[in-house]
Nanobody
Framework: QVQLVESGGGLVQPGGSLRLSCATS????????MFWYRQAPGKQREFVAV???????SYANAVKGRFTISRDNAKITVYLQMNSLKPEDTAVYYC?????????WGQGTQVTVSS
């Protein structure tokens, strides 16, 4: 059974930082491309960042230079370090694993940026 469990969300002031984690089980993590997406209220889910199984990263323009995705294959966990947070970063953040034609989602973790 595949499980992706996000953690690390919360309430933070503008300019602050958070680190999200996504612990996985039931997948061949080292063979998976790992993504972070987010969905703000009333908006569609959008791409945030990806780290391929080979370690190549890509980011949405809105977060480039502020967010960093990383992975620990030994801990089968992917991370999203978020710095210089803005109110417009407020959303539910989802972890996603893609292996071949299969895709798996976590349940999401809420990030709220507000003073």
């Amino acid at each position: 059974q595949v499980q992706l469990v996000e953690s690390g969300g919360g309430l933070v002031q503008p300019g602050g930082s958070l680190r999200l984690s996504c612990a996985t089980s039931g997948i061949i993590f080292s063979s998976s491309n790992m993504f972070w997406y987010r969905q703000a209220p009333g908006k569609q889910r959008e791409f945030v960042a990806v780290m391929s199984k080979g370690g190549i990263t890509s980011y949405a323009n809105a977060v480039k230079g502020r967010f960093t995705i990383s992975r620990d294959n030994a801990k089968i966990t992917v991370y999203l370090q978020m710095n210089s947070l803005k109110p417009e970063d407020t959303a539910v953040y989802y972890c996603n694993a893609q292996i071949g034609v299969s895709t798996y989602w976590g349940q999401g973790t809420q990030v709220t940026v507000s003073s």
